[in-house]
C-alpha cells in the first residue's frame, strides 16, 4: 500500500520558516517526481515546487527566492523548507508524487501564517 505523509506544519509568524516533510512507503520513492501544492479555504488548490528524480527543481513565482524542495531518497523523504513566510502563504500543503500515469497524494498539513 502507498502512503504519503506529509509533516511539520503548524503556526508561524510572517518572516518565520517551517519544513514540511513528506515521507513515502509503498514505492521507489527516488523513481518519482515529487511536487508539493497547497489549498486555501476558498480557492483551487495550487502547484508550488517539483523535484525531478534527478533533483532538478522548479518554483511557483509566489514562493521563488523563500521556499526550497530537495529530497533524501535514502529516507525516502521530500522536504520543503519555507523561508520569510506571509500569511498568504497560508494553507494546506499536500505533496503529490507522480511517475507516468502513478499519482499518489499525501492527506495534508496545515500551515497558518499569522501577521
Known amino acids: 500500500q502507498v502512503r504519503l505523509v506529509e509533516s511539520g506544519g503548524g503556526l508561524v509568524q510572517a518572516g518565520g520558516s517551517l519544513r514540511l516533510s513528506c515521507a513515502a512507503s509503498g514505492i521507489t520513492f527516488s523513481t518519482y517526481a515529487v511536487a508539493w501544492h497547497r489549498q486555501s479555504p476558498g480557492k483551487e488548490r495550487e502547484w508550488v515546487a517539483v523535484?525531478?528524480?534527478?533533483?532538478?527543481?522548479t518554483y511557483a513565482d509566489s514562493v521563488k527566492g523563500r521556499f526550497t524542495i530537495s529530497r533524501d531518497n535514502a529516507k525516502n523523504t521530500v522536504y520543503l523548507q519555507m523561508n520569510s513566510l506571509k500569511p498568504e502563504d497560508t494553507a494546506v500543503y499536500y505533496c503529490?508524487?507522480?511517475?507516468?500515469?502513478?499519482?499518489?497524494w499525501g492527506q495534508g498539513t496545515q500551515v497558518t501564517v499569522s501577521s
Open positions: 503529490k508524487s507522480s511517475r507516468s500515469s502513478d499519482n499518489y
Open positions: 523535484i525531478s528524480r534527478l533533483g532538478s527543481t
